[in-house]
């Protein structure tokens, strides 16, 4: 029997003991997505345990995906979206469930944080070997060929002033181990890299800079490989699949899955819609929801808001791609009769990832497309997702088809 075999004991009430003191210290319980707009922005995914979490601060904006996002940008100067799917107390092996909640293959890269929790646990390092082979073997068999796997160091395990001494002592050295273990198992396998950091994040307080400074670790080795991506798409990779339409019955059940239909009127999308409209000097804008074969108003500002024929929408014309679609002149259009002459959509979609409706921008004069700020358009869709993700609870996933990501808990 190792020693590791006979403290194991004594390691997992220090881990509770870490635990207890974790369950009073804040973390975000807003948006599970962060944006930094840009003209062709990269989709990644934060998934696990750890710095995913986000305890310390309040929200994912100056968490671990609101920071990377931010360097990323300002790395590509494509923009960014980072998601983040975590869950308290997820290890190597628990961490395979959380690939079924998520549209692996829209991701350019994922960064997986796991390991602590099987630190505490002091796991047969022979154990984590396997479940991390198993962890990285399902992760690239539901991404892309292309999508980059990346496998975040075990974060230093820094001890609570109740919980020093020699166990944490012990624990540490095995997360060192277990670290050690990660490095073989990524340099064995293609197109899955080991980012290692002495980043050191307290147990309480994290803070911001703390999460900075992570993200500034990340960044770099992630946009050499995000640049030659972009580069050089793949019909294949995450862009190529982000840029098709949605399969219409899994489209259809994401927007049943959120309940929006039902959800009643909310004065915050008014809100951003007025701002859309004085932001873009236009006469309308609205947030529709697009359900079988009809366009449902859930807000709109400056037009009327009654249910329209999908057949006779842009809206459904906007839903079809990733980014944003415009109509400088709606001559020839349905729309043209009632009055307008200009259309500007993006699509809005569901926490898991498919595109459920729009924000349009119409106005009665025709424009020119190319004096539409689209980077802009983009921030306003954001802002609008976010605020139709708060309304959204968390039902039961589908059969066959992966629930919604909800804020982190």
Not at 221 to 228: C, E, I, M, T
Not at 233 to 249: C, I, K, M, N, Y
Request: hydrophobic share 40%; glycine share 8%.
């Amino acid at each position: 029997m190792q020693v590791t075999d006979l403290l194991a004991p004594l390691a997992a009430r220090w881990g509770r003991r870490v635990r207890e003191e974790l369950d009073v210290v804040p973390h975000p319980f807003d948006s599970s997505r962060q944006s930094v707009a840009g003209p062709d922005p990269d989709r990644l995914l934060v998934l696990g345990n750890g710095p995913a979490i986000g305890f310390g601060v309040l929200t994912q904006d100056l968490a671990l995906p609101g920071h990377l996002a931010r360097r990323l940008a300002a790395a590509t100067g494509r923009g960014a979206t980072v998601d983040v799917l975590a869950r308290r107390g997820t290890t190597a092996s628990l961490a395979r469930r959380l690939i079924d909640e998520a549209r692996m293959c829209h991701y350019d890269a994922v960064v997986v944080c796991v390991g602590s929790t099987d630190a505490y646990n002091l796991l047969p390092e022979e154990r984590w070997r396997s479940d991390l082979e198993q962890l990285t073997d399902a992760l690239r068999a539901a991404t892309t060929p292309t999508t980059v796997i990346a496998v975040l160091g075990i974060r230093p395990v820094q001890r609570p002033n109740a919980s020093s001494g020699s166990v944490g002592r012990l624990v540490e050295s095995h997360a060192a181990r277990l670290d050690r273990i990660a490095e073989e198992v990524c340099a064995h396998r293609a197109g899955v890299v080991h980012i290692g950091t002495s980043t050191e994040l307290p147990v309480a307080p994290r803070t911001a800079e703390a999460y900075d400074e992570l993200a500034a670790t990340i960044a770099p080795p992630l946009v050499q490989r995000l640049d030659a991506l972009a580069a050089k798409p793949s019909a294949t990779g995450a862009r190529a699949l982000r840029s098709r339409p949605d399969p219409e019955v899994e489209r259809q059940d994401a927007l049943d899955r959120t309940d929006l239909l039902r959800s009643g009127s909310n004065p915050r999308l008014d809100r951003l819609l007025r701002s859309a409209k004085e932001l873009f000097g236009i006469t309308g804008a609205a947030v529709t929801l697009i359900d079988g074969d009809r366009v449902v108003f859930k807000a709109a500002i400056g037009m009327p808001s009654a249910d329209v024929p999908r057949s006779i929408a842009p809206c459904d014309r906007t839903i079809r791609q990733s980014g944003a679609f415009v109509l400088g002149d709606l001559k020839g259009e349905r729309l043209a009769a009632d009055g307008w002459g200009f259309y500007a959509g993006h699509p809005l979609e569901s926490p898991d990832g498919y595109r459920i409706g729009a924000l349009c921008l119409l106005d009665t004069r025709s424009r020119e497309p190319l004096t539409v700020d689209r980077i802009a358009l983009a921030e306003v869709a954001g802002r609008i997702e976010s605020e139709l993700w708060s309304e959204v609870a968390s039902p039961a996933p589908a059969k066959g088809h992966p629930g919604p990501r909800v804020p982190v808990s």
